[in-house]
């Protein structure tokens, strides 16, 4: 684990242009969520100029980003705040160009910037970024050090560290119950603060690994979607993008997009497993990792508590790689044959009113993953396997599940990486 390396000569000019400028108050729109929740007013005023773009981009991550916030903590939803600007600064980005200088900015097209989380999805993108040639470097946005410390040992690439900081009188105010608490769309601010990093160093692309399944809700309230994965989704990366555009109308920016994003869960896995296998042993989704305190602080060395949603569907996609054995070997845990875990695989199967409030894949491809696994020998008698099929063949087709297994596998969906990564793609398919 490294601090990103010394500014280089010129960087902070790039921040002084007009696209800089533009970057640096688009996130400041997105950090700003992490304060706008503590009361969730009814009206945001931004006191600077914002384009078209940065204003939707703005609306999509305080509401819809938020919608997991606003349900927990039992807030209307969706919520009918209003989005406006001073009337003094609507008018004021013209003056502002006049003040600034124009960006020159030629990147490194073969330099590629690559959000480091830990789990399987982050391991798969660094290794199709490198097999398209791109020079790649792991990095990763975090609060506190002992968060990097931890990340540092899922993967033996170097990985650069960004520490953000939060106003610590937010934090008291949290802890004393004082302000609303609760989860928000952390991508979104990620995304904008790589930007400005890929600006000043720079790096030709920026690259999430953000999968098609983050695009399915986590619950409906009515007709009203609310999904825990919002900025993760493909909406919010296109309005993303938009406004990123449009903050570098005037240069070439930096390359945005999530290279997973026209892929299903089973096809990362299946990546991971075939592509990455050195990878098994570092790899970890459950979130107790960034957990150093409390009983629910996993002991030193462990990766996966063996008892959570998110232990669950993992799981359930390595077990359509691996026998039993070998995923109690990377898990340390028989997952699928702990009883207490049953509520969970029903959640993440479609076999409850919603899905957990974790990032996990779609309902439809879980199930059939699970038919999938059913027809292994070796997994057919696990207690969980055995007995979640009576209520998976009320819900659903077995033969239409195995059918959509290997149409999972692949399937194809929008996206917006570049032709020559998603050529590839298709090969390592």
């Not at 968060?147 to 937010?170: E, F, W, Y």
């Not at 903050?247 to 945005?256: D, I």
């Not at 060395?301 to 039993?324: D, E, N």
Request: charged content about 20%; aromatic content about 8%; some cysteine.
């Amino acid at each position: 684990m490294h601090w990103p390396h010394a500014v280089p000569n010129g960087a902070f000019e790039k921040l002084r242009s007009r696209e800089g400028q533009a970057l640096l108050r688009l996130t400041a729109l997105m950090v700003g969520v992490s304060y706008h929740k503590a009361a969730a007013s009814d009206e945001v005023i931004v006191e600077f100029p914002a384009g078209e773009a940065a204003m939707a981009a703005l609306t999509a991550a305080y509401t819809e980003g938020l919608g997991e916030f606003y349900v927990r903590n039992q807030l209307s939803y969706p919520p009918a705040t209003v989005f406006r600007q001073n009337s003094d600064t609507q008018n004021s980005a013209t003056d502002d160009n006049e003040t600034t200088a124009e960006l020159a900015f030629t990147p490194k097209a073969k330099t590629a910037l690559v959000a480091f989380g830990g789990g399987k999805d982050s391991h798969v993108a660094a290794g199709l970024m490198r097999r398209a040639g791109r020079d790649v470097e792991l990095i990763s946005i975090i609060l506190s050090e002992k968060v990097g410390a931890r990340l540092a040992t899922m993967t033996d690439a170097p990985l650069s560290i960004l520490k953000r900081t939060i106003d610590p009188h937010l934090i008291e105010i949290s802890r004393s119950g004082e302000a609303l608490n609760g989860h928000i769309p952390i991508t979104s601010i990620n995304s904008t603060i790589l930007m400005l990093h890929a600006l000043m160093h720079g790096h030709g692309e920026i690259v999430f690994a953000n999968e098609r399944a983050a695009s399915e809700p986590t619950m409906w309230l009515g007709d009203v979607p609310v999904n825990h994965q919002y900025s993760k989704s493909i909406a919010f990366e296109g309005l993303l993008r938009a406004a990123f555009e449009e903050a570098g109308a005037r240069a070439s920016l930096p390359n945005y997009f999530s290279i997973l994003r026209p892929v299903s869960e089973l096809w990362t896995i299946q990546a991971l497993v075939k592509k990455a296998p050195e990878a098994l042993g570092q790899f970890a989704s459950c979130n107790r990792n960034f957990v150093f305190a409390g009983k629910n602080a996993l002991e030193d060395g462990v990766r996966w508590c063996g008892h959570c949603a998110k232990c669950t569907y993992t799981a359930v996609l390595l077990a359509t790689q691996v026998g039993p054995d070998r995923l109690e070997e990377i898990m340390g845990h028989p997952v699928l044959g702990i009883e207490s875990n049953m509520p969970f695989l029903r959640d993440v199967a479609g076999l409850s009113d919603a899905k957990p409030w974790e990032c996990v894949g779609e309902r439809l491809e879980v199930a059939a993953a699970l038919a999938h696994i059913a027809d292994q020998p070796e997994w057919a008698e696990m207690p969980l396997i055995k007995a979640i099929l009576p209520e998976l063949d009320q819900t659903y087709d077995r033969q239409k599940l195995r059918a959509q297994y290997h149409q999972s596998l692949s399937a194809w969906s929008e996206h917006y990486i570049p032709n020559d990564i998603a050529v590839l793609m298709q090969q390592v398919a």
